[in-house]
């Protein structure tokens, strides 16, 4: 977080919570199906993949 911050990530943040929570309503399971994978970049950080085995509700 700190100072600087992008003037969208409330909007992200709230997408996020959304997808999250529908997501929650439909899946009765899910887990890793492998590592995930990395994204290299000296800048941001994050996930390049990563690989989910779902069971619906």
Known sequence: MGI??????PVARL???????ALA????????AGPPVPRLNNT???????PVRVEPA
């Open 4 to 9: 600087h911050q992008c003037v969208g990530q």
């Open 15 to 21: 997408e996020a919570e959304l997808v999250l929570t």
């Open 25 to 32: 309503r439909r899946v009765r399971r899910m887990e890793l």
């Open 44 to 50: 941001l950080k994050g996930w390049a993949s990563v």
